[in-house]
């Protein structure tokens, strides 16, 4: 499938999303992911908050390389629709899955960091330990 990465602009070749179930739930979505490099991502930040809400809203990543280097995606199922984005770096696509996650935590849709309760869902702030994926291997 091509795309064009969000950090550099690169028209790419990546590896397709799984496209939502028509007849199932997230969970059903979620055991579809096997074998297509695709994987859920349960918990972000240095203390693995809840990323998403499942079966509702759920994040999966890949990583895959073209001749210019490595690719780093993510997806996000929100109650079956699907949305792929792809970056060059892996920092840029932590910082954008951070900012997702900041918007779904202060939003209440998510459980997050208590500091973003009452905060504004559109004004990320950058906390401590939240820019960074909890399994330390992630995506790298």
């Not at 939502?20 to 349960?42: F, H, I, K, N, Q």
């Not at 693995?48 to 996000?76: R, V």
């Not at 060059?88 to 996650?101: G, Q």
């Not at 950058?126 to 790298?140: M, S, T, V």
Request: hydrophobic content about 35%; glycine content about 10%.
């Amino acid at each position: 499938m091509q795309t064009t990465t969000k950090d550099t602009r690169e028209t790419v070749t990546v590896p397709a999303t799984v496209e939502r179930d028509m007849y199932g739930e997230g969970y059903d979505w979620m055991e579809s992911l096997a074998g297509t490099g695709w994987y859920e991502v349960p918990g972000w930040g240095r203390d693995g908050w809840d990323l998403g809400s499942w079966p509702y809203i759920i994040f999966a990543a890949a990583k895959t390389e073209d001749e210019t280097g490595k690719l780093f995606g993510y997806t996000t199922y929100v109650e079956g629709d699907v949305t792929a984005r792809w970056y060059r770096s892996c920092e840029a696509r932590n910082l954008a899955i951070s900012k997702e996650a900041f918007w779904y935590w202060a939003s209440g849709q998510a459980d997050g960091p208590e500091a973003l309760e009452r905060m504004n869902p559109q004004e990320f702030k950058q906390i401590d330990g939240l820019c960074e994926p909890y399994i330390p291997d992630f995506g790298n």
